[in-house]
């Protein structure tokens, strides 16, 4: 006996990769239901080797489905999720609007999974940041080594973190840089974003730093340890998937790198590619398609006493979204509902 599946945003870049990533992990689908705004209904959609029809969200009654994954933004899962809990279906959101409240748990599964069991409070389950989930993969194993008092980081992240709109955004200025008669029209990023860098991701706040910032302080502290100290600068890069992170972490205990590439070597989600030589690392146009957090240049901070440096690059349509939700369902499966072994899906229409 398997699980009845809700997809909601199923025509964005992250709901089709929900799609995509359950049906290669053969999550135990009994049936599935792809949902979206009312101006998408019908729009077909892939789960494997069948094809999917939209429904409208506004008018699908989640009563009696078992898990719906939700990649349609704060505002719509404002409406949408509480409808869903309320009728007793379990929301893995991957909007921002729940992962900071303190009833409902934040999870990447490999670093946090015993929070899965806070879900019966209020029936919702947060899935973090793209940038936050990939950096807390690799910190975790070595957090639990040394202790982790603080760390520094940098991001170069892909245009796909901005939806489809961020994609489209870089492919027509970069069209339009060696065609001087094409035109764009520039929506998504505040400057320029083909042959540029930005340092800007959401919102400026207060303090002079961005939201997306602010959001790797928290949600850091949130699943690992809230007694670690976080900084970061979070840039847009003309990437179109695949996020990179410069990390610089600072330890309560000394741990030598060989040690720390051990570690990350035998801990689940991460890859390390760390060979000092020319290509002896792991580039965001690598990573794509591809489940794992890889990390390279792992390297002794000789500046502080017990310091590494590392760099983490991960899928962020995948390990920063679709997967980790895939795998909260997984884990949330496995530990709480426990439905049994997996089924043959069928389609619901």
């Known amino acids: ?21 359950l049906a290669e992990r053969e999550f135990p689908v009994d049936e599935i239901a792809a949902l979206a705004s009312r101006k998408s209904i019908g729009t077909e959609v892939s789960f494997g080797d069948k094809t999917l029809k939209t429904k409208d969200i506004d008018t699908f009654d989640f009563t009696g489905w078992d898990i719906a994954l939700f990649a349609i933004g704060s505002g719509p899962t404002k409406e949408y999720a509480p409808k869903a809990a309320a009728a007793g279906c ?58 982790i008092k603080r760390v520094v980081v940098s991001t170069y992240q892909s245009v796909s973190g901005a939806g489809k709109d961020g994609i489209d955004e870089l492919w027509d200025q970069t069209k339009a840089i060696y065609n001087p008669t094409a035109e764009y029209e520039r929506k998504k990023f505040t400057k320029q974003i083909a042959f540029n860098v930005i340092p800007h991701i959401d919102v400026f706040m207060d303090d002079g730093s961005t939201k997306e910032e602010w959001k790797m302080v928290a949600e850091t502290k949130k699943i690992i340890d809230p007694k670690i100290k976080v900084t970061a600068t979070c840039v847009r890069v003309p990437v179109f998937v695949g996020h990179s992170e ?5 330890f309560e205990d000394f741990l030598d790198e060989d040690e720390a590439r051990d570690i990350l070597r035998e801990s ?30 792992i390297r002794q901070d000789s500046t502080i006493e017990n310091g590494l440096n590392m760099w983490v690059v991960s899928d962020n349509l995948r390990k920063g979204a679709a997967l980790n939700a895939v795998q909260i369902a997984e884990l949330l499966g496995r530990e709480c509902l426990k439905k049994g072994t997996p089924a043959v899906a069928t389609v619901a229409e």
């Open 246 to 250: 410069a990390v610089n972490v600072e």
């Open 268 to 297: 689940p989600g991460c890859m390390v590619i760390d060979k000092r030589e020319d290509g002896g690392y792991v580039t965001p146009l690598e990573c794509v398609g591809d489940f794992a957090t890889f990390i390279s240049r």
């Open 90 to 147: 379990v929301v893995i959101d991957n909007s921002s609007l729940y992962r900071y409240d303190p009833d409902i748990p934040l999870i990447v599964p490999e670093v946090n999974p015993q929070a899965v069991h806070g879900y019966a409070k209020k029936n919702i389950i947060a899935n973090p940041n793209c940038s936050t989930a990939q950096m807390v993969v690799a910190l975790k194993p070595l957090h639990d080594r040394a202790k």
């Open 1 to 21: 006996m398997g699980y009845r599946i809700v997809v909601a945003g199923a025509t964005g870049n992250v709901g089709r990769e929900m799609l995509n990533i």
